[in-house]
Nanobody, 124 residues
C-alpha cells in the first residue's frame, strides 16, 4: 500500500509560480510512474503531467507544456510539479497519483494510488 501526500498548494496571483510536492511512503516509489491530475470546479478530473519511474520520460497536457515541469527524486520518494505563469483557469485541486504504467496515467485511465489533493487558487 502506497500513501501519497501532496503539499505546496495555496493562493497565488496570475503570472506567479507554485511548486507542488507529493511524498510517497509504504511502497517502492522508484517502481511507479507518477502523475499529476487536477479537478477544476464542476469539471471532470484532467491529466496534467506524468513521469516514468526512472524520470527518463515525461508527458504533459498540451495546455501545460512550457509552463509546468514534473520531476522526481527517487532518493526522497517525492515527485514535484513546478508551475509557472499561472492563470486563473489553473485554479483546481491538484492530485498526485501512482501507477505501474506511465501510459495509463498519461491517458487518464486511473491510478493505483491517489493523494488527497491540494488546492491551488490563482487570482486575477
Amino acid at each position: 500500500q502506497v500513501q501519497l501526500v501532496e503539499s505546496g498548494g495555496g493562493l497565488v496571483q496570475a503570472g506567479g509560480s507554485l511548486r507542488l510536492s507529493c511524498a510517497a511512503s509504504g511502497g517502492t516509489f522508484s517502481s511507479y510512474a507518477m502523475g499529476w491530475f487536477r479537478r477544476l470546479p464542476g469539471k471532470e478530473r484532467e491529466f496534467v503531467a506524468a513521469i516514468s519511474y526512472s524520470a527518463y520520460n515525461t508527458y504533459y497536457a498540451d495546455s501545460m507544456k512550457g509552463r509546468f515541469t514534473i520531476s522526481r527524486d527517487n532518493a526522497k520518494n517525492t515527485v514535484y510539479l513546478e508551475m509557472n505563469s499561472l492563470k486563473p483557469e489553473d485554479t483546481a485541486v491538484y492530485y498526485c497519483a501512482a501507477h505501474r504504467s506511465t501510459i495509463v496515467l498519461r491517458n487518464n485511465k486511473g491510478a493505483d494510488y491517489w493523494g488527497q489533493g491540494t488546492q491551488v487558487t490563482v487570482s486575477s
